[in-house]
């Protein structure tokens, strides 16, 4: 479903002992027509706060399938109508999803479509529209995270400092993996996150985004993008 992302986050595989190991790219960035046809109406500054709500909760769902493809699952059988089948089902303990406050509320509904049983953590960051620093005003997560999957919803990953610190907390309470989902990204971002943590960290960190944009501007927006995703979602209050 999802294709190339940029150049630099590439999956590769390495031959260990005979044994194929991938190693996953960092950052994947959606390349499918449906993808791409909600973010162009996504990002269309006519689109009204309703249609821009559904767009969203679209799109994070089809970004989710990809997201969740290393999750982690444990072997079952299943009796059919016909004869036994061998299946799997989602691992315990359950995957943990943490929408960012507050823009990432508007991206739960479609995380738990896919995820149902998924736990909820929340982080909240407010972001100094003068040093585009972001500073933790809200915090609610489990103590330990040891062996759990973490799935973190943000609309923009712009200059990743947010992402940065929240995925930082979430990999000292024992996360096994993380993985970040957003609607756009811009390469400041993307290119922080990958030096905060290598491909070959032993926890993988991943970002899963509809779309990799130009640059940020001098306002720490994301160029093209589609503006303020927490106003665009939520009214500017
Ligand atoms: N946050 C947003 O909502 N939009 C941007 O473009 C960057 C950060």
């Not at 031959?15 to 046809?37: C, F, I, K, Y």
């Not at 927006?221 to 927490?230: K, M, N, Q, R, T």
Request: charged share 20%.
């Amino acid at each position: 479903m999802f294709g190339a992302a940029l150049a630099g986050f590439m999956s590769w595989l390495s031959e260990a002992g005979g044994s194929a190991t991938l190693r996953v790219m960092q950052t994947l960035v959606a390349d499918h027509p449906l993808v791409a046809h909600k973010l162009t109406a996504l990002r269309d500054a006519g689109t009204e706060t309703p249609t821009f709500r559904r767009l969203a909760d679209e799109l994070v769902t089809l970004l989710a399938y990809e997201a969740t493809r290393y999750i982690k699952v444990e072997p079952v059988s299943v009796t059919t109508p016909v004869a036994v089948a061998a299946g799997v089902k989602l691992a315990r303990p359950n995957p943990l999803v943490v929408p960012v406050l507050r823009a990432g509320i508007g991206m739960l509904d479609g995380m738990a479509r896919l995820l149902p049983n998924a736990d909820v953590g929340f982080v909240g960051l407010a972001r100094n529209e003068e040093t585009l620093v972001a500073s933790v005003y809200a915090e609610r997560l489990p103590a330990g995270l040891t062996g759990r999957d973490v799935f973190v919803l943000d609309p923009m990953l712009a200059t990743g400092g947010t992402l940065e610190t929240v995925i930082a907390m979430l990999v000292s309470r024992g996360a096994a993996a993380v993985t970040a989902i957003c609607l756009l990204a811009a390469p400041e971002g993307a290119a922080r996150l990958e030096a905060a943590f290598p491909a070959d960290d032993p926890v993988p960190v991943r970002v899963v985004t509809a779309g990799m944009d130009q640059r940020l501007n001098e306002r720490g927006y994301i160029v093209p993008g589609l503006g303020d995703a927490g106003d665009r979602l939520f009214g500017d209050i």
